[in-house]
């Protein structure tokens, strides 16, 4: 590896990020704040991005991969690639190095980008039902930048629309359905809530009738009435994770279907969801509210949820995304700062982070002091 300057001081990359100079402001960070130093370096990692020298992925693109921090557990990781003057991680042979350090392992890097589906572990399928490159409008989704991307990239033109569409998708994998922990439906684009039952239904047939006894789940925001949240309650193991994105400047942020829908919409659709049964969350991306905006919603939301929200860090790969970051969030401190508070706000519910459904949590191998375990699905529960 070539020497990497890491002397103290403010320095930011080209999208305005600031870059970890030293590994002595982590300890900084933990003593400052009673977070675990492995765990301020991995959220830094996430922020900040990777270098990989050998041009595995191509620069501002997004790279995934299960990797190993310290002498912590393998999981998974998507972070965007970065050039070496944007960054002091890098990945090279499997050896993962802040400057020439080694902190770490990585196996092989792979594009992470649009696609069909995917699997997270052996016991846990995402499907991305409809086009997601075709999705656009909120602008802190990467796939609002349509010149980010091209035809060698997007290869999510297989649509999942009838019943025998998804059949032959699962007969075509060779997937062992009846294995599967959970499924989950992770696009919008459906056009309206009645369409988001129906797609669920055609998923819990096709997945039922291969044994699938696991959790089927909806991530999105397009499901609001009580006689849709009625229906889903009929299928079981059913959970809803609302995508909320963030709590301010929603009209001017979101896309318009979603800037339409208020935080108290959210709230009055999670109450009902749980009233009936439905297990519900919300994902979050942290790094455009500010902290006190980020407490004050939570603080309203908590106790519409039966499980921890998933927050994620906010990724940069355009400079579109990086002119809507919060100012604080372009430093360290405030992610470190906005998990002390949600572990604050929900020290009262026995909740905790699912580290398997989230590749740029705000948590990882520690919740505040305590071990987050293992689980059969081969992650982090």
Not at 208 to 235: H, P
Not at 262 to 274: C, G
Not at 326 to 346: D, H, K, P, T, W
């Amino acid at each position: 590896m070539e020497n990497v300057n890491l002397e103290k001081g403010p320095h930011y990359n080209k999208f305005g990020i600031e870059v970890t100079q030293n590994v002595d402001y982590w300890r900084e960070i933990s003593e400052r704040y009673g977070v675990r130093s492995s765990e301020v370096a991995m959220i830094d990692f996430n922020r900040s991005g990777l270098c990989l020298p050998n041009n595995e992925v191509r620069q501002d693109f997004r790279v995934r991969f299960r990797g190993k921090f310290f002498d912590g557990n393998q999981s998974w990781y998507a972070l965007p690639v970065r050039g070496a003057e944007d960054t002091n991680f890098s990945a090279v042979f499997g050896e993962l190095y802040f400057g020439n350090d080694v902190i770490g392992t990585t196996d092989e890097l792979m594009l992470d980008t649009c696609e069909a589906s995917y699997q997270r572990g052996p016991n846990l399928l995402n499907l991305n039902s409809r086009s997601r490159s075709n999705c656009g409008g909120c602008q802190a989704c990467v796939h609002n930048y349509k010149n980010l991307y091209d035809e060698t990239v997007i290869k999510d033109d297989l649509s999942l629309k009838t019943l025998g569409d998804v059949q032959d998708f699962f007969d075509s994998r060779k997937l062992d359905v009846s294995g599967l922990k959970q499924i989950a439906v992770v696009t919008g684009l459906f056009s309206g809530e009645e369409n988001v039952v129906e797609h669920m239904k055609i998923v819990n047939c096709a997945a039922k009738k291969r044994g699938f006894t696991g959790e089927l789940m909806y991530f999105g925001c397009e499901v609001n009435s009580e006689k849709a949240l009625d229906e889903l309650a009929q299928i079981d193991n059913f959970a809803l994770v609302y995508a909320l994105d963030n709590f301010t400047k929603r009209e001017s942020l979101l896309v318009k279907t979603k800037s339409l829908i208020s935080v108290e919409d959210i709230k009055r659709t999670l109450d009902v969801a749980k009233s009936k049964g439905i297990q519900t969350t919300v994902s979050y991306i942290a790094g455009i509210d500010q902290v006190f905006e980020i407490g004050n919603g939570f603080m309203e939301l908590k106790d519409s949820l039966t499980r921890f929200p998933v927050v994620n860090i906010y990724q940069i790969q355009t400079p579109g995304q990086a002119k809507i970051i919060a100012e604080n969030a372009r430093g360290l401190e405030y992610y470190i700062q906005s998990r002390v508070l949600l572990e604050n706000i929900f020290a009262d519910k026995n909740m905790r982070p699912r580290r398997w459904e989230n590749y740029r949590p705000l948590w990882y191998d520690y919740y505040s002091d305590e071990k987050l375990p293992s689980n059969s699905y081969g992650e982090r529960e």
